[in-house]
């Protein structure tokens, strides 16, 4: 079996020549067992084996081979949200090639790590990939566009300032002279790279800013991208686990010799709160063993955790005397002993769970001290990190097998457990490639979950109805304590609070104060974090005031978002584009939220109707965004109507209760996904300002819970306090 460490004397020599100072010649890096199973991969492999040498490095992002076709080197992870296609845009605008010459391939993660992390950050997530590599990227490819030229004008001994790239094509303006990057590009690999090459001013964008049509979804929609759970190495065998029911606990027993005969099996191997099952021939027979396999559990001391002791934890948080303070502006206290009218109001939100479309998974191959891995993960770099540590061997001996991603959000990046499960279960079957699957009841019960929240809010109005002071509690179960504790800051998790501690909104009094209750149940990022719960709580309360004032709830934030430009602008186009000053359809209601997020702005304007037996029917959905620049149009638009379809699942049935220390949900059947005849009209406003790069991916879903409650109000007089939807009687009294 060929594996990244099988290389040859003479592709090592090439690749050493290349890390030490400006890559000539660039040497297929063999993929291991997985690539034998992939015919793209295996044919790509096929040279590197005669050590064939068929393109140039040109910089460590580009490689141009000599009939101009041109790969672009992606380090972060394509999960559904266009970043293979964006990422390379990027490059290919200030490179100056044909665009339909362009392929994508992932980077590699032991080269990334071999060659001191050459490809930078390689997380996926916080919508930070085009936001937090714009820059260097774009200087990856200037800087090959100027070897490049360099490279040509040398051939015609011209000067190179005047010499042009364009379309694939370098051309010496004075004489005509052309010749294309392939003819060039090893000339230019052996330049040394130039410093501070300028970038193309916005204007000059002939890329950036197109709709281009995805470079991932062919090979999604014929059905050959491989995906970590398709990883299939040749004599792979399979793992089934089953992990303790209750968070923390831990496992007692598991008797192996009642399954010891069950077709298939080959192994038990306990661990400390997991078992598996490892069996040959295919994942159901070792789920079929799992089953059968008599397992005792010592559940702790959280066996009696309920939501409903949960709550009340929560409601402690509400009450107790003092709390950290996140923000405190003015005298809150003062201004409340003047005011006109005192509004106030409890909110809460339950833990939710990513759902996934593809379960988490994992397929290692531990043998004479090497780990192959092949993971969903949001971020290849710690998963290398994650594998040698469990596997006890240097982070050198790892190769880390970059794929697309079945979803992420957020359950794939910082908490990378399946990666440890399955690298811990083929070290206990050495030699043998071993193929890990969570069912979806697995998948379901021991997620990372977005995390409990409860907050009371209390506002102060003069009597001409302006808010003159906003007091808020929260208290929430914190995601950095159980992940990066050392970014809680004087008791504060600095993610829980966004929404309020930056919240744009003109009070002259404000005091935000944070009561942090974790439980034993595992948080994580969820898409889009705290701006998915805390925009519920603001956005809904904001409309409360706009009530108690007397005033239509767009033109009450229009006065207090004054002087927030950006916020104002957004909430403003999204307004225009529906409509909001006119009369809207006899029994259609609408309602307006907006909130910045990710470096982008956002607003949305949800329309709906309910009939008099509580059925809640969602027209339309208008979602705007302005993320400052946008790389391809297509991918935000996609990216905005995937959080409607996210989001609104979210607001109408997404909850995690817990019984008895346990997740209570299992699968789809109870914890449902909206259906595709559900989904409302949706209407995408872009409206890009420039001058900044904002993030994407999970903006556009922190306004959409509280523009759907507050039209709910709008259509049934029922304020909206709590979510799931589900639990709500929507009829109206």
């Known amino acids: 079996m060929a594996s990244s460490h099988d290389l040859s004397r003479r592709s090592f020599l090439l690749r050493s020549a290349a890390v030490s100072g400006g890559l000539m010649l660039e040497v297929c890096v063999p993929t291991g067992a997985f690539a034998k199973q992939d015919k793209k991969d295996k044919e790509k492999c096929l040279p590197c084996e005669h050590d064939t040498v068929f393109g140039s490095e040109v910089t460590a992002w580009i490689l ?37 010459k362009v392929t994508a391939e992932y980077a590699s993660t032991s080269e990334h790590l071999r ?35 360099t490279a040509a004008s040398r051939r015609w001994k011209a000067e190179a300032s005047e010499c042009v790239a364009e379309n694939g094509i370098v051309t010496h303006v004075p004489t005509k002279r052309t010749v294309s990057f392939g003819v060039v590009a090893s000339e230019a690999a052996k330049l040394k790279p130039p410093q501070d090459v300028p970038l193309k001013d ?8 197109q709709p281009l049509a995805r470079l991932d979804i062919p090979d999604k929609v014929t059905g050959q991208t491989q995906f970590a759970i398709d990883a299939r190495p040749k004599d792979v065998v399979y793992a089934a686990i089953a992990q303790c029911p209750v968070f923390g606990g831990k496992l007692k027993s598991a008797d192996a010799e009642k399954i010891a005969k069950m077709r298939g099996v080959i192994k038990v191997v306990p661990f400390e709160n997991f078992v598996a099952v490892v069996a040959e021939g295919s994942w159901w027979y070792a789920q079929q063993a799992l089953k059968a396999l008599p397992i005792e559990w010592d559940f702790g001391e959280s066996a009696k955790v309920s939501s409903a002791s949960i709550k009340e934890f929560l409601r402690d948080g509400l009450t107790v005397a003092e709390a950290p303070v996140s923000r405190n502006e003015g005298d809150v206290e003062k201004a409340f002993a003047s005011a006109a009218k005192v509004v106030e109001s ?29 993971a969903p993960s949001q971020n290849s770099e710690a998963t290398a990190a994650v594998a040698a540590e469990v596997a006890e061997v240097p982070i050198t001996n790892v190769e880390v097998h970059k794929v697309h991603l079945g979803g992420g959000f957020g359950r794939r ?98 005091r935000m104060e944070y009561a942090m209750r974790n439980t034993h149940v595992p948080p994580g990022p969820w898409r889009a974090v705290a701006h998915t719960q805390n925009p519920f709580f603001r ?41 909001w000053d006119k009369p809207l359809p006899a029994g259609v209601h609408r309602g307006i939220a907006m909130q910045d997020a990710y470096g982008s702005y956002t607003a949305a304007v949800i329309e709906v109707s309910v009939n008099p037996q509580g059925e809640l029917k969602i027209h339309r959905v208008v979602v705007g965004i302005d993320p400052g620049y946008i790389v391809n149009p297509d991918s935000v638009q996609a990216q905005a109507q995937g ?15 817990i019984k008895d220390g346990r997740v209570e949900q299992s699968n789809f059947h109870d914890y449902p996904i909206m259906r595709i005849a559900e989904m409302p009209k949706v209407e995408v406003v872009l409206a890009p300002t420039g001058g900044f790069w904002g993030g994407a991916g999970e903006p556009p879903l922190a306004p959409l819970a509280p523009a759907l409650c507050n039209a709910i109000h709008a259509a049934t007089g029922k304020r909206i306090r709590s979510l799931p939807l589900k639990n709500h009687d929507l009829r109206k009294t």
């Not at 916005?202 to 800013?209: A, I, M, V």
């Not at 833990?351 to 998974?361: F, G, I």
């Open 64 to 100: 141009i081979h000599a009939d101009d076709r041109v790969d672009i080197r992606v380090a972060r992870t394509e999960m559904g949200q266009g970043s293979f296609t964006g990422l390379p845009m990027l490059i290919a605008e200030e490179l100056g090639c044909d665009w339909k």
């Open 115 to 149: 060659r001191n992390r050459i490809f930078g950050d390689m997380l996926t997530g916080g919508s930070l990939s085009i936001r937090a590599s714009h820059e260097y990227l774009r200087k990856a490819g200037a800087t090959a566009r100027t070897m490049l030229i």
């Open 202 to 209: 916005p204007k000059d964008w002939k890329l950036l800013g």
């Open 346 to 374: 409890e909110y809460y939100t339950p833990y939710l769970e990513h759902a996934t479309m593809e379960p988490q998974n994992c397929t290692a191959l531990y043998a004479e001290g090497r780990v192959e891995v092949w």
């Open 413 to 510: 990046g910082l908490v990378l457990d399946f990666v440890r499960q399955g690298v811990a279960i083929a070290k206990a079957v050495p030699g043998k490639p071993v193929k890990m699957i969570w069912s979806r009841e697995e998948d379901i019960q021991h997620g990372r979950y977005r995390p409990v929240a409860m907050v009371r809010m209390k506002a102060a109005l003069d009597a001409s109805g302006t808010p003159t002071a906003w007091y808020v509690r929260q208290a929430e179960h914190s995601i950095f304590n159980n992940i990066v504790p050392d970014r809680i800051k004087n008791g504060i998790d600095t993610i829980g609070v966004r929404s309020f501690s930056d919240s744009p909104y003109a009070f002259p009094n404000q």
């Open 539 to 579: 956005e809904c309360f904001i409309d409360e005031l706009a009530q108690a004032a007397g005033q239509d709830p767009y033109q009450f934030r229009r006065k207090l978002l004054a002087n927030a430009p950006k916020d104002l602008g957004i909430l403003d186009a999204v307004a225009k584009a529906a409509n």
């Open 643 to 657: 959080c409607v379809a996210y989001g609104l699942t979210a607001a109408l049935y997404g909850e995690i209760t």
